[in-house]
T-cell receptor
Framework: GAVVSQHPSWVICKSGTSVKIECRSL??????MFWYRQFPKQSLMLMAT?????????EQGVEKDKFLINHASLTLSTLTVTSAHPEDSSFYIC?????????????FGPGTRLTVL | SQQGEEDPQALSIQEGENATMNCSYK?????LQWYRQNSGRGLVHLIL?????REKHSGRLRVTLDTSKKSSSLLITASRAADTASYFC????????????FGQGTTLQVKP
């Protein structure tokens, strides 16, 4: 099956620093990837749609200048949390579906746990 | 937010019993998916049911979909302690964007 990886799996940073999270599709290409955020004991909330070669589209209430998304290739999307603060501490998960696939299933990465001190 | 609702929010049963979780959603859908998440871990895909399907089985899992009521249920039969996890439904809105809207989740505890 299709595999999606994320790096790092966890990161601890100081308040005010920026953190980059990578999402890679290992055995397929994806023109679109999605980024979700999950706070403790809550569900996943869609943050943004990452589009290869064009700007990401953000969900209502998500600051595009704070959560920078770059989708420079068909197998890699990055999410950069800029000037991170403790309230940004969360579990960040990406998903992707093979381009041109008839399957409607999304494949999820294992997630990245961000802790901002 | 377009998040759907799941009930119950928490469920505790004995090993061997069946567990039923319900999910309601708000918009027209292409499909509905169920996921499992162990504490602090990633998502495990369980079943995808399309909008034109009414029931689907996978091993000990049975999923139903009622589009007229905008609801779905997940039944786990003969539960095991290893089934202890959080379960989420997620809908892919009509238009096939790939975006998933997740329900609030049901936390299932199966006692050995």
């Amino acid at each position: 099956g299709a595999v999606v990886s994320q790096h790092p799996s966890w990161v601890i940073c100081k308040s005010g620093t920026s953190v980059k999270i990578e999402c890679r599709s290992l055995d397929f290409q994806a023109t679109t990837m999605f980024w979700y955020r999950q706070f403790p004991k809550q569900s996943l909330m869609l943050m943004a749609t990452s589009n290869e070669g064009s700007k990401a589209t953000y969900e209502q209430g998500v600051e595009k200048d704070k959560f920078l998304i770059n989708h420079a290739s068909l197998t890699l999307s990055t999410l950069t949390v800029t000037s991170a603060h403790p309230e940004d501490s969360s579990f960040y998960i990406c998903s992707a579906n093979p381009s041109g696939s008839s399957s409607q299933r999304q494949f999820f990465g294992p997630g990245t746990r961000l802790t901002v001190l | 937010s377009q998040q759907g609702e799941e009930d119950p929010q928490a469920l505790s049963i004995q090993e061997g019993e069946n567990a039923t979780m319900n999910c309601s959603y708000k918009t027209s859908i292409n499909n509905l998916q169920w996921y499992r998440q162990n504490s602090g871990r990633g998502l495990v895909h369980l079943i995808l049911i399309r909008s034109n399907e009414r029931e689907k089985h996978s091993g000990r899992l049975r999923v139903t979909l009622d589009t007229s009521k905008k609801s779905s249920s997940l039944l786990i039969t003969a539960s095991r302690a290893a089934d202890t996890a959080s379960y989420f439904c997620a809908t892919d809105a009509a238009g096939n964007t790939g975006k998933l809207i997740f329900g609030q989740g049901t936390t299932l505890q199966v006692k050995p």
